[in-house]
T-cell receptor
Framework: KAGVTQTPRYLIKTRGQQVTLSCSPI?????VSWYQQTPGQGLQFLFE???????NKGNFPGRFSGRQFSNSRSEMNVSTLELGDSALYLC????????????FGSGTRLTVV | GDSVTQMEGPVTLSEEAFLTINCTYT??????LFWYVQYPGEGLQLLLK?????DKGSNKGFEATYRKETTSFHLEKGSVQVSDSAVYFC????????????FGKGTRLSVIA
């Protein structure tokens, strides 16, 4: 069974640009969550989507947004990039959003220059 | 809100040494507890979990016991190997409702031959 697939693996963007990251969950999983990982702040929850609806949201500015499609694939978008947005962005899927079922992807490494 | 505190690293051990990584938590309800491991350049992998008080999670020689009275979930391994070198994250998720995983800051373990 395929795991959680995140694309691209690496990305370099310039300040002020916008970026879209993609996550394909495990087949049958309806919940997709996004986390930002930085050396200073550790792993911080961005948002969770379940059946195309945002169900939980972390404490991030409105520049961070996401969506989920009917096939459960999810995208997150960051607009007006700042240097501080440089991070590893991890996606996790689960059948129902309960903590015990999460499977993480390998992440997208975003570097803002 | 919920939080997880784990010992600061890095931790450096010789091969076959005993490992303990401390983790304590604060939660409003009755959480499930997890240990995740992150190898260089990879996402997070679930190492073990426990869903209620006094449960012991175990995997690959690692163990952790859910201690409600001390709100702890310390990770232990009797004899570490070089291949155990990684970053270890303690995490919780409330069992009631759909709440995201809350992570500790992570502990980097280096095992030298």
């Amino acid at each position: 069974k395929a795991g959680v697939t995140q694309t691209p693996r690496y990305l370099i963007k310039t300040r002020g640009q916008q970026v879209t990251l993609s996550c394909s969950p495990i087949s049958g999983h309806r919940s997709v969550s996004w986390y930002q990982q930085t050396p200073g702040q550790g792993l911080q929850f961005l948002f969770e989507y379940f059946s195309e609806t945002q169900r939980n949201k972390g404490n991030f500015p409105g520049r961070f947004s996401g969506r989920q499609f009917s096939n459960s694939r999810s995208e997150m978008n960051v607009s007006t990039l700042e240097l501080g947005d440089s991070a590893l962005y991890l996606c996790a899927s689960s059948p129902d959003g309960q903590g015990s079922g999460y499977t993480f992807g390998s992440g997208t490494r975003l570097t803002v220059v | 809100g919920d939080s997880v505190t784990q010992m600061e690293g890095p931790v450096t051990l010789s091969e076959e040494a005993f490992l303990t990584i401390n983790c304590t938590y604060t939660a409003t309800g009755y959480p499930s507890l997890f240990w995740y491991v992150q190898y260089p350049g990879e996402g997070l992998q679930l190492l073990l979990k426990a869903t209620k008080a006094d449960d012991k999670g175990s995997n690959k020689g690692f163990e952790a016991t859910y201690r409600k009275e001390t709100t702890s979930f310390h990770l232990e391994k009797g004899s570490v190997q070089v291949s155990d070198s990684a970053v270890y994250f303690c995490a919780l998720s409330e069992n009631s409702g759909n709440t995201p995983l809350v992570f500790g800051k992570g502990t980097r373990l280096s095992v030298i031959a």
